[in-house]
């Protein structure tokens, strides 16, 4: 065994006397501490009790399950004793205060994925933490840019448990160790690999999207005898952590794109708790995140639950995107023949 330092010397080591990045460290603390006594509950599977049963419906009308209630309850009630001033979470319609005058907030997703709770694919928790404002009410210190993210990170449940943290000078991946009950620095200051041929999307939604993601999903499906001159693979989970979890193991780029279908207009993740930490812990990692044309930490949430589409992975695949959306008659390095309204298409 080699020596896996401890995320509480991680935390610590980054803290040392600065007591702003002293409370950021409790904060994630915390959470981690949290997500170790959840990976053992979902460990359980049925033995835990009905864990996928549908319980009620969340703010957004998206269906509730058991463990969405527990995994809130647990998360809440952990950064009530840190110091959060704010709690938001895809669980509760408007934010929570807890401590009045403590110097941040948290936005979270207590489960992502939980629609495959009963399919044992890997389910997870993405939170972003933010300074606490002084001005406005609580819920508008949860609608800052992204871009003011002080550290951000997901968990992933699977076959290892795994905590990906952003505190704003790289991206770390910490393994839960269970022996210790711990979680350890496994792979320090992560890279997204660049020119892997793999891309992650929902295929069955293609009639619905916009015309530059049909091309970009095109140009793909086209492989060696295309415009890109090469095979590409494609994965979909479902599961938004697992997701991000690949493409920091190996590259590529996913998208979750705006469709035409009623309540995907706007996209479909939320900004707040889902696309803004996923979008710092990508680009501190050397990738990019965008909305298909506009960098996702520059947009100023409106509301908690805000949507919106997402498109991230390595930066030059998540670019060329982008220059499909500005010019989809007239990029450079399409072949007519292979167009949409070239030779081969009507």
């Known amino acids: 065994m080699g020596d896996f330092p401890s995320l509480g010397r991680h935390l610590d080591a980054w803290a040392r006397d600065d007591d702003a990045r002293a409370a950021v460290a409790e904060a994630v603390q915390a959470i981690a501490d949290t997500a170790v006594s959840l990976a053992e509950i979902i460990a359980q599977g049925p033995m835990a009790g009905a864990l996928g049963a549908i ?18 309850d647990l998360f809440l009630k952990a950064l009530g004793n840190a110091p959060v001033a704010v709690f938001g979470s895809e669980e509760n319609e408007g934010a929570v205060v807890l401590n009045d005058g403590a110097p941040l907030a948290v936005a979270i997703d207590p489960l992502d994925g939980s629609s495959n709770i009963d399919t044992n694919v890997s389910i997870g928790t993405i939170f972003s933490i933010l300074p606490m404002t002084t001005s406005g009410s609580a819920e508008s210190a949860l609608l800052q840019p992204g871009v003011n993210q002080l550290a951000a990170g997901f968990v992933i449940y699977g076959p290892q448990t795994a905590l990906v943290l952003t505190l704003g000078q790289g991206t770390q991946v910490f393994t839960l160790d269970r022996e210790t009950g711990g979680f350890v620095l496994t792979r320090a200051d992560v890279q997204i690999p660049a020119g892997k041929a793999e891309y992650a999307i929902n295929a069955s939604n293609y009639r619905h999207w916009d015309e530059p993601v049909r091309l970009y999903i095109d ?8 415009p890109r001159e090469q095979n590409f693979n494609m994965r979909w989970v479902a ?47 050397g990738g990019a995140a965008t909305d298909g044309e506009h960098r996702i930490l520059d947009v100023a949430p409106q509301q908690l639950h805000q949507r919106v589409p997402l498109v991230f992975g390595a930066r030059d695949k998540v670019e060329r995107v982008a220059r499909y959306h500005r010019e989809p008659h007239a990029i450079g390095e399409r072949s007519p023949l292979f167009g949409r309204r070239g030779l081969f298409r009507a």
Request: net charge negative; glycine share 12%; proline share 4%.
């Open 219 to 226: 140009d793909c499906l086209s492989g060696a005898e295309g």
């Open 55 to 72: 319980v009620g419906g969340n703010v957004d009308g998206d269906a509730q399950k058991e463990l969405d209630v527990r995994a809130n």
């Open 239 to 285: 599961s938004l952590v697992a997701e991000a979890f690949r493409i920091f193991a190996r590259g590529g780029i996913f998208l979750y794109p705006r469709d035409d279908r009623p309540g995907y207009q706007q996209g479909r993740l939320r900004l707040v708790y889902e696309a803004n930490p996923i979008a710092l812990l990508v680009e501190q990692a």
